[in-house]
Nanobody
Framework: DVQLQASGGGLVQTGGSLRLSCAAS????????IGWFRQAPGKEREGVSC????????FYADSVQGRFTISRDNAKNTVYLQMNSLKPEDTAVYYCAARPYGSSCRVRDMDYWGKGTLVTVSS
C-alpha cells in the first residue's frame, strides 16, 4: 500500500521557520512526483511545492518562492519542506501527495494523499 505520513506542523511566530516531513512507504520517492499542498480555512487546496520523478526538477508556488525549499532523502524515503520567513497567510493544513508519473503539481492530478499537518503562524 502507498502511504504518506506528514509531520512537523506547529505554532510559530511570523518570521519563524518549520520543517515538514513526509515519510513514504509502499513506493520509492525517487520514482514518484511528490509534493506539498495546503488548505487554509475557507479556501481551496493549493499546490505549494513539488519535486518531479523524471528529473528532480522542482516547482514552487509564487507565494512561497524564495522562502520554502523542498528536498528529498531517498535513503529515508522522506520528502521535506523547509519553510522560512513564515507569514500569517501561510497558516493552513499541509498535505503531502504523490503520483507515479508526470511532473504535475496540481491538486487534481495527485493520486495518493496523506493526512495533513497543521501549520499556524501567529502575527
Amino acid at each position: 500500500d502507498v502511504q504518506l505520513q506528514a509531520s512537523g506542523g506547529g505554532l510559530v511566530q511570523t518570521g519563524g521557520s518549520l520543517r515538514l516531513s513526509c515519510a513514504a512507504s509502499g513506493f520509492s520517492i525517487d520514482s514518484f512526483t511528490i509534493g506539498w499542498f495546503r488548505q487554509a480555512p475557507g479556501k481551496e487546496r493549493e499546490g505549494v511545492s513539488c519535486v518531479s520523478s523524471s528529473d528532480g526538477s522542482t516547482f514552487y508556488a509564487d507565494s512561497v518562492q524564495g522562502r520554502f525549499t523542498i528536498s528529498r532523502d531517498n535513503a529515508k524515503n522522506t520528502v521535506y519542506l523547509q519553510m522560512n520567513s513564515l507569514k500569517p497567510e501561510d497558516t493552513a493544513v499541509y498535505y503531502c501527495a504523490a503520483r507515479p508519473y508526470g511532473s504535475s503539481c496540481r491538486v487534481r492530478d495527485m493520486d495518493y494523499w496523506g493526512k495533513g499537518t497543521l501549520v499556524t503562524v501567529s502575527s
